[in-house]
């Protein structure tokens, strides 16, 4: 029953607080652990009988941080409460920072998967920034932001800590290559905070599209010290060295291919930067991988399933360089 329900509320997650108007849904779909599974419809409305079967449900073990899960959950049903001050998402919001809580690893990190996760699982992710959509979350715990201010004084002083238990994990993953810092990976291992495998072809790399998030993170700090400010200062000196300048990525029509397109990287002088979801560890050059495993140079090197059903390319750092940074820099008294 799970499955088939599952599959009946698998249409997206990308709901804004104004979207979702269905409490009930994520209600129902809350974990005893207090957290949440991924890729449902939280704007669908349930029968009282969908209701009831999954609640029956609340043991499975499928909680997690992954594609938005959970962190989104609470943020919803806490503007949910403020609006109804209903007792119901009140206990869902504190459960579900209770699981966040109890889920930080000692090492600072958050795995995608807790509890019960495998493999890559239960590295410290930063794929689809699933540690720093928690951390955002729980650093507006700690600011006193206006949706949170019925979460008790002892949860908000746990999550300041876990804020800054996370950010000492960030600054011990950020990759260091002949002593220059550089960013960060999509998945580190929990033990040694290296860059480490996920997916056949998520590979050790660095991360193009991750690492903005990280350092947008990494800008809230109000008062950073010098680890942070040189953490900040590294990652954009990459950002500013790796940018793709003079391609375009398209979307063309080919009715050949399975799903009626393909996706090409052509020459366009006036094209604006672009960055590579993934660079080599050694030579910094951007890497494409099918699910062999297999780097290759150019996106047209991998099979088709993979080249269109991932982003490989992306104007991921082109806010955070133009918008984001001077804003940074004048804030901290530092030169634009």
Same mark, same amino acid.
């Given at each position: 029953?799970m499955?088939? %329900?599952c @599959?009946?509320?698998?249409?997206? $997650? /990308?709901?804004?607080?104004?979207?979702?108007?269905?409490?009930?849904?994520?209600?129902?779909?809350?974990?005893?652990?207090?957290?949440?599974?991924?890729?449902?419809?939280?704007?669908?409305?349930?029968?009282?009988?969908?209701?009831?079967? &999954?609640?029956?449900?609340?043991?499975?073990?499928?909680?997690?941080?992954?594609?938005?899960?959970?962190?989104?959950?609470?943020h %919803?049903? +806490? #503007? @949910?409460?403020?609006?109804?001050?209903?007792?119901?998402? #009140?206990?869902?919001?504190?459960?579900?920072?209770?699981?966040? &809580?109890? /889920?930080?690893?000692?090492?600072?990190?958050?795995p995608?998967?807790?509890?019960?996760?495998?493999?890559?699982?239960?590295?410290?992710?930063?794929?689809?920034?699933?540690?720093?959509?928690?951390?955002?979350?729980l =650093?507006? $715990?700690?600011d006193?932001?206006? !949706?949170?201010?019925?979460?008790?004084?002892?949860?908000?002083?746990?999550?300041?800590?876990?804020?800054?238990?996370?950010? +000492?994990?960030?600054?011990?993953?950020?990759?260091?290559?002949?002593?220059?810092?550089?960013?960060?990976?999509?998945?580190?291992?929990?033990?040694?905070?290296?860059?480490c495998?996920?997916?056949?072809?998520?590979? *050790?790399?660095?991360?193009?599209?991750?690492?903005?998030?990280?350092?947008?993170?990494?800008?809230?700090?109000? =008062?950073?010290?010098?680890?942070?400010?040189?953490?900040? #200062?590294? @990652? $954009? +000196?990459?950002?500013?060295?790796?940018?793709?300048?003079? $391609?375009?990525?398209?979307? &063309?029509a080919?009715?050949?291919?399975?799903?009626?397109?393909?996706?090409?990287?052509?020459?366009?002088?006036? +094209?604006?930067? %672009?960055? @590579?979801?993934?660079?080599?560890?050694?030579?910094?050059?951007?890497?494409?991988?099918?699910?062999?495993?297999? *780097? =290759?140079?150019?996106l047209?090197?991998?099979?088709?399933?993979?080249?269109t059903?991932? !982003?490989?390319?992306?104007?991921?750092?082109?806010?955070?360089?133009?918008?984001?940074?001077?804003?940074?820099?004048?804030?901290?008294?530092?030169?634009?």
């Open positions: 029953m499955r088939i %329900l @599959a009946l509320l698998a249409l997206g $997650i /990308g709901a804004s607080a104004r979207d979702v108007d269905l409490p009930e849904t994520m209600l129902a779909c809350q974990r005893q652990s207090g957290g949440w599974p991924k890729n449902y419809d939280r704007t669908r409305k349930l029968s009282s009988s969908e209701q009831r079967d &999954l609640r029956r449900q609340r043991s499975q073990g499928d909680a997690t941080i992954d594609n938005g899960a959970t962190h989104t959950e609470i %919803l049903l +806490a #503007e @949910a409460f403020t609006r109804t001050a209903d007792p119901r998402f #009140e206990k869902a919001v504190l459960d579900g920072i209770n699981y966040l &809580l109890d /889920g930080q690893m000692h090492n600072g990190g958050w995608q998967r807790f509890p019960g996760g495998r493999g890559y699982a239960t590295q410290i992710t930063f794929n689809d920034n699933a540690m720093i959509g928690v951390m955002n979350l =650093k507006n $715990i700690t006193g932001h206006p !949706s949170f201010s019925f979460v008790p004084g002892r949860t908000r002083r746990e999550c300041a800590e876990a804020v800054e238990r996370g950010i +000492a994990c960030i600054l011990k993953c950020q990759v260091v290559i002949d002593n220059v810092p550089t960013t960060w990976c999509a998945q580190h291992d929990r033990r040694t905070f290296r860059p495998q996920a997916r056949s072809y998520e590979l *050790p790399s660095l991360s193009g599209s991750e690492s903005v998030g990280i350092v947008r993170f990494l800008m809230r700090i109000e =008062k950073p010290d010098e680890k942070v400010i040189r953490a900040i #200062e590294a @990652a $954009i +000196a990459w950002f500013k060295q790796s940018k793709l300048n003079g $391609i375009r990525l398209k979307r &063309l080919d009715k050949s291919k399975p799903n009626g397109f393909d996706h090409v990287v052509v020459k366009d002088p006036g +094209a604006p930067p %672009l960055w @590579a979801r993934f660079y080599d560890l050694r030579s910094n050059q951007p890497i494409f991988c099918g699910r062999d495993g297999v *780097p =290759k140079k150019s047209a090197g991998i099979p088709h399933e993979r080249r059903g991932y !982003s490989w390319l992306g104007s991921y750092a082109r806010d955070l360089l133009a918008r984001d940074l001077p804003r940074w820099r004048q804030q901290q008294g530092r030169t634009p």
